[in-house]
């Protein structure tokens, strides 16, 4: 990479429970809510940022410019570019990245990575032959040729269809995937339990501290994120009833991210345009990787990003020891604890490629500030949640700390990425 | 200037004060209540400012439009020229223009204290004119203030009309298309609780001498706030001037032009020959 790229600020709204507070916000209402947030706190009103990448999972056909229209009504300068991309899951840190590699090669000096997703407002559509139909008696030319199309409608047809979180290739929807993953791992309840309890301890702990004052603005008079559960222990979510793989499922809605609101961005720069504008690097972008497996041949659907961090730990010779900080998207509590049990597992990593296991990791040093489980995971907004977040911890701890945040996403997809500070 | 004030417990029901609103004003001498009405404590039901974003094109923000605190305040229109010490009512009275001016940011968590009076009766070469005068308070800070000036046909005031200067609009050509949907006003109805039947009704618009509904200018007038979101700061003054209605359903032209601290704006015809709207707002330095 020819420039640093560094981050220098976050910012995002609360997230919260699908239904709950944000229920009436559109995803253009949370992304312009999260980028004027950002835009006060460092003093960016009416300046022109190189370029402002955002996307949503959930996207309604008439967002297909959501990021540029949100820049509009922000309070950013109009002549901002911006796109939207998508990388399910991962697509906070897809956009991350997609600006941090224009900036390193010099084609940009600042920009905005965020995602947002809506699962309140998500958009419903019609079922796949009343659009056909639809489309046959637009391009009918007489009126004749029109009723015959709208003759043809059946009461089947007009149940609208919300999105359904389902694999297209499987059928089996997110869930039903992981707990095929849980089983195979043998990832036990009570270590589930156990990891969602922790999340929502260490959040609890982070906002007690103020750790998020400088990464949030409160949105809708919410202050602060609406799922986490301070009190929560192990004892409780272990009277949870299984939410997938059956009846003696270890999965519930405790130790499963839950549908959720919400918006993030980061704000990515040359160390040179961050010292013009008087703000302070937390951390450099160092690598990423996007990967895949083969899941329609049965791999496991959320551990592409296994791969991923071997291949990028090997090319910045790197291990997992001289990794400070570790931010595993907790997509389910099972997911990471299979992600940490594929770490460790020789032949597996091998099967991957891997010159051998990728290593073991102290519990202490991983998603330090809760994740996911506690969060909430607005699915395009998770990776730019996750991004200064980590930036920020690795800052408090001074220079050279190294993190590395691991994603996973449909489609047996995923995105790893290392920081460090400076 | 010393008033008296009647506190109502809450925002008045659109009940009687409406149907009594609602009678067309008889030609006669117009008079208008001396007192002002208040009611504390409002607090804003973020649902009907969702949906009131949706219909006027603003984003959902932690702050609330101006135009909003407006529609805050209009059960207290109603309920000062329902008032039986008014000869004034609310239908027939043309809304000719505005001024709001908001001090700060308001946030839709703030409790307001609302305040609305009606003053400056004077004679208008078609009838009279006066203004009614609304605050928004938040703990004894003045946060927004609008001043809505109503043309009541037919009535009378002692004295001379004064002569009214046109609001000056050079056509252009718009930089933008609204299509008005012929629903408009029943969604508009919906957020705002105007129920003037003028706005829904072809019979009633007919009554009062149009071929068909025609939009509440509030709305024109916060649709064209909305186009300038994120150009205007927190604290502003918009001057509104209402020419000529829009007819629903309807095609028009949007334009804005940079000023010293804000814009001019015109809401006009789609070919930009002739103004809807016309409007100047400036940002607080």
């Known amino acids: 990479m020819h420039h640093k790229v560094v981050v220098v600020g976050g910012n995002r709204i609360p997230f919260a429970k699908a239904g709950g507070p944000y229920a009436q916000a559109s995803s253009h209402d949370m992304l312009t809510a999260t980028l004027d947030g950002l835009v006060a706190r460092t003093g960016l009103a009416g300046e022109r940022i190189g370029e402002v990448a955002g996307g949503a999972v959930l996207k309604h056909p008439n967002d297909f410019n959501l990021t540029r229209e949100a820049v509009l009504s922000s309070a950013l300068a109009p002549e901002t570019p911006a796109c939207d991309l998508q990388q399910a899951c991962a697509t906070g840190l897809e956009t991350t990245m997609y600006l941090a590699n224009k900036i390193a090669l010099g084609q940009l000096e600042s920009g905005i990575a965020a995602g947002v997703d809506s699962a309140s407002d998500a958009p419903i559509a019609v079922s796949d032959p009343l659009r056909r139909i639809l489309l046959e008696a637009s391009r009918a030319r007489t009126a004749k040729q029109r009723f015959a199309a709208f003759a043809r409608i059946r009461p089947r047809h007009l149940a609208p269809l919300a999105p359904r979180v389902a694999e297209p290739r499987t059928g089996l929807s997110m869930g039903e995937h992981q707990a095929v993953t849980t089983t195979r791992w043998g990832i036990t309840r009570e270590e589930q339990d156990g990891l969602a309890a922790a999340s929502h301890h260490r959040l609890a702990a982070a906002w007690d501290r103020g750790f998020f004052d400088d990464l949030v603005t409160p949105y809708l008079r919410v202050a602060k994120d609406a799922i986490l559960r301070p009190d929560t222990s192990v004892e409780r979510l272990a009277a949870l009833k299984p939410a997938f793989g059956g009846p003696d499922g270890t999965m519930t809605a405790g130790n499963s991210t839950a549908l959720s609101d919400g918006a993030a961005a980061v704000l990515l720069a040359t160390e040179e345009w961050a010292a013009a504008h008087h703000l302070t690097p937390w951390a450099r972008v160092v690598d990423a990787e996007v990967a895949a497996v083969d899941h329609p041949a049965g791999a496991d659907l959320l551990l592409a990003p296994v791969g991923a961090t071997g291949r990028l730990l090997a090319r910045q010779g790197l291990t997992v020891d001289d990794i400070d900080l570790f931010e595993i998207h907790e997509a389910f509590a099972s997911t990471v604890l299979a992600t940490l049990a594929a770490w460790r597992d020789e032949d597996y990593c091998r099967g991957l490629g891997l010159d051998g296991a990728i290593g073991e990791i102290d519990r202490a040093r991983l998603n330090v500030t809760g994740s996911s489980l506690a969060v909430g995971h607005p699915f395009a907004a998770t990776g730019a949640r996750i991004v200064p977040t980590l930036a920020k911890l690795l800052h408090e701890r001074g220079p050279g700390s190294r993190g590395l945040i691991s994603v996973c996403a449909a489609g047996g997809q995923g995105v790893v990425a290392i920081l460090e500070a400076v | ?285």
């Open chain 2, 1 to 285: 200037m010393s008033l008296d004030v009647e506190v109502l417990d809450a925002l008045p029901p659109m009940g009687v004060a409406f149907a009594r609103a609602l009678v067309p004003s008889r030609p006669g001498e117009a008079r208008i209540p001396a007192h002002a009405v208040r009611v504390e404590g409002v607090r804003q039901d973020l649902d009907r400012l969702a949906a009131y974003s949706r219909v006027c094109g603003y984003t959902l923000r932690d702050a609330v439009p101006a135009t909003w605190i407006h529609v805050l305040t209009f059960p207290l229109h109603v309920s000062l020229l329902g008032d039986r010490r008014s000869s004034v009512r609310l239908v027939g009275a043309v809304h000719a223009s505005n001024a709001m001016t908001m001090h700060r940011a308001v946030t839709s968590a703030e409790p307001l204290t609302l305040e609305v009076r009606a003053e400056g009766l004077r004679p208008h070469t078609r009838g009279a004119m006066l203004d009614l005068v609304g605050r928004a308070q938040v703990d004894g800070e003045t946060v927004w203030e609008g001043v809505s000036t109503y043309l009541v046909a037919g009535m009378r005031v002692p004295g001379e009309p004064s002569g009214v200067a046109r609001e000056p609009y050079s056509p252009g050509s718009p930089l933008a298309l609204w299509r008005l949907a012929p629903d408009l006003g029943r969604r508009y109805r919906a957020v705002s609780q105007d129920p003037n039947p003028i706005h829904t009704s072809r019979v009633a618009a007919k009554a009062f001498g149009f071929a068909r509904p025609i939009i509440h200018g509030m709305w024109t007038h916060a649709r064209a706030m909305a186009a300038l979101e994120g150009r205007v700061g927190p604290a502003h003054t918009a001057e509104v001037a209402f020419v000529k209605p829009v007819l629903l359903p309807a095609t028009v032209g949007f334009g804005a032009t940079p000023a010293p601290g804000g814009f001019d704006c015109a809401v006009t015809t789609r070919d930009g020959l002739k103004p809807h709207l016309l409007m100047s707002v400036r940002s607080a330095s």
